[in-house]
């Protein structure tokens, strides 16, 4: 339970680390701007509210665009939102980021997609489907009358028919080793015949190295390198398809799980699953991730990277609202791709932008009041705001010599101050995260409390025991983050003077967004920023981040975190059927997973969004899952 306390004035610790910041920065000759120290004043602190008190203010704060009404057909008009990173791809195979997905989403449909508001399961390209009673099988029965856009890979230009073979096609490809898809993990441990479809064609691929002079390696951890010939050939006998994928039919497509696995049907609504034309991977090849066609309401028009991405309404699209008029309404989306918040923020007051989100630190306080009200010159603009399930943290990698050592792991746990925090700088925007990994947001799951309040005296006694008293001979450490966003830069720089109390001392690596994501998942980053909203409300969705099995190339596990208890407690949960026993299993590894702290655990988000007061049908989740096919203007 938070505890209502009213703070007077910064602490004495924090505003001396600002000033000796504010003085050294003032003095000095200027680092690189990739390398900055801490610079700027420390936020006055506020009462820390207790969640009913929250709640309150936040009731006032509802708009029409939260509700689902429906108008009278097609209106037309042209929605305009900005991105503040570059997206890394619009081929589903390749979606592993937000940027990527808010692009992509309008242009694709799935088996299955999530209600907008409640974040339920309803039909979309299957119209039904049945799950065996053992839970096992997957039968999804697909709707007539859903194209694929109209696009020259086509004969005539014209988009033929969606068929179950593309699902087939589509789920195949993320898992096959030569498309080297980030979303292999949808499949592969429950898939039957994911894993030697995938051996089969990494088998066969070492073997061609080896015909053409590649010499066998039996030092390579890549477990085909070093392989001997003759299991190499056993392996590559497997067959050349999904066993458990396939299509009684045209408009039947099954899929045959290992085992049971009850979020299964969640894991349909995730872009890995959005089906593509073979046609259409095949005519652009290497740029299909910059040219793609999906079956979506909106189809791609253009996209000029670090300027804009277009969509136009797709003419064709089957789906249609609760009375019956086509969708979507609205003629056109434009996506910027401006890379600094408060200048986003700009382009909204200007009437350029319809939405903004989030909100720049910077203009926090211009635009609500203390007491959560909007101040005078926003009372023209929609405010929506939802819990999201979505954790921040930063991330050790635990096969580097120096995280590899858990009492350096816990000593950082241990020097921040998220009360602080989330008290300041992310009022009504977070909550402490003492440690867990699943958001407090996870509907019917049991609620951690944590393990790691502030407490730097434990910090500094566990950095002795591990050899660096007072932080003494501490190795030079970067924190690497992503450049884009004022807020990831500020609360960064906070993060570095708490560490500086206890005697660690970093310095700051702002990167591009595409280059943070590839280092950080290739294991070349020790000490990085990293957050994850989650893919669908499912605890297994966010506990899969710390299991084996996902550490990449099959998943997001970045921290290269291995736990055999771990492992064993989640595939138990994973097979589970009572959704009690597995809650309970998930929170016994999650416990497991948090007495490790292979990251560097920080807050959870509640977060804000402006909106234009044209827009209507544009409801806020938890998911941040933004159905453009709904959403009309009222102007």
Not at 456 to 465: T, V
Not at 590 to 609: S, T
Not at 610 to 633: E, G, H, I, T
Request: aromatic share 12%; proline share 8%; hydrophobic share 40%.
């Amino acid at each position: 339970m938070l505890i209502r306390r009213r703070f007077a004035s910064p602490s004495p610790l924090v505003l001396s680390l600002f000033i000796a910041i504010f003085i050294f920065t003032g003095c000095s000759k200027q680092k690189p701007a990739e390398e900055q120290e801490p610079s700027g004043k420390h936020p006055p602190k506020a009462d820390i509210l207790s969640p009913d008190e929250v709640k309150a203010r936040l009731k006032k704060l509802a708009c029409p665009a939260d509700q689902l009404v429906f108008p009278p057909g097609h209106l037309g008009g042209t929605f305009r939102f900005n991105i503040l990173e570059t997206p890394n791809s619009l081929d589903p195979a390749w979606i592993r980021d937000t940027a990527s997905h808010e692009a992509a989403a309008p242009l694709h449909d799935g088996l299955i997609e999530f209600d907008p508001v409640t974040l339920e399961i309803v039909p979309c390209i299957a119209e039904s489907w049945e799950i065996s009673k053992d839970g096992l099988v997957y039968t999804f029965h697909l709707r007539d009358g859903v194209f694929f856009h109209d696009d020259p890979c086509f004969p005539g230009g014209q988009g033929r028919q969606v068929a179950a073979q593309d699902f087939k096609y589509s789920f195949e490809r993320v898992v096959d080793p030569r498309v080297a898809s980030p979303g292999a993990w949808m499949f592969l441990d429950f898939v039957d015949g994911a894993k030697a479809f995938r051996d089969g064609i990494s088998a066969r691929l070492e073997i061609e190295r080896r015909r053409k002079g590649e010499p066998r390696d039996p030092g390579n951890a890549d477990r085909f390198r070093s392989a001997e010939d003759s299991h190499l050939q056993e392996l590559a006998r497997q067959g050349d398809q999904v066993a458990g994928l396939t299509c009684p039919d045209s408009r039947t497509f099954v899929i045959r799980l290992s085992q049971p696995f009850s979020p299964f049907l969640y894991r349909m609504g995730h872009s890995f699953s959005w089906p593509v034309p073979q046609e259409a991977v095949e005519k652009y090849g290497d740029n299909f991730f910059q040219h793609p066609v999906g079956a979506g309401p909106f189809k791609f028009v253009e996209w000029i990277p670090t300027q804009h991405i277009i969509l136009e309404r797709n003419p064709k699209y089957w789906g249609k609202d609760p009375k019956g008029n086509p969708l979507p309404y609205l003629d056109r989306i434009e996506i910027s791709q401006i890379a600094d918040s408060n200048s986003e923020h700009f382009e909204l007051l200007s009437g350029h932008l319809d939405l903004n989100y989030p909100i720049p630190i910077d203009r926090w306080e211009g635009v609500f009041s203390a007491d959560l009200e909007l101040q005078p010159e926003y009372t023209h603009y929609q405010v929506q705001s939802s819990d999201f399930m979505r954790i921040e943290y930063i991330g050790f990698l635990m096969t580097h010599p120096l995280f590899s050592d858990i009492r350096i792991r816990k000593a950082f746990n241990f020097a921040i101050n998220r009360e602080e925090i989330t008290s300041t700088i992310l009022r009504y925007r977070a909550q402490p995260n003492l440690g867990w990994v699943v958001p407090p947001s996870m509907p019917k799951y049991p609620r951690s409390e944590g393990i790691y309040g502030y407490d730097p005296q434990k910090a500094r006694e566990l950095l002795s025991q591990a050899g660096y008293p007072e932080g003494k001979g501490f190795p030079a450490l970067t924190l690497q983050l992503n450049a884009m966003g004022q807020e990831n830069i500020k609360l960064a720089e906070i993060i570095q003077g708490y560490l500086a109390a206890v005697g660690i001392h970093i310095t700051l690596q702002k990167v591009d967004w595409r280059v943070h994501l590839d280092t950080v998942r290739q294991g070349e980053v020790p000490f990085y920023r990293m957050g994850w909203l989650n893919d669908y409300p499912s605890p297994e969705n966010s506990l899969m981040l710390l299991a084996t099995a996902s550490i990449p190339p099959d998943g997001e596990n970045y921290a290269r975190f291995s736990n055999a208890e771990f492992d064993r407690l989640y595939a138990e949960a994973l097979a589970a059927v009572d959704p009690a026993q597995q809650n309970q299993l998930y929170a016994q590894a999650e416990k497991i997973a948090v007495e490790q702290a292979p990251w560097l655990f920080l807050y959870d988000r509640h977060d804000f969004r402006l909106l234009s007061k044209r827009v209507r049908n544009f409801p806020m989740n938890a998911l941040d899952r933004r159905s453009m096919k709904y959403v009309w203007l009222s102007e």
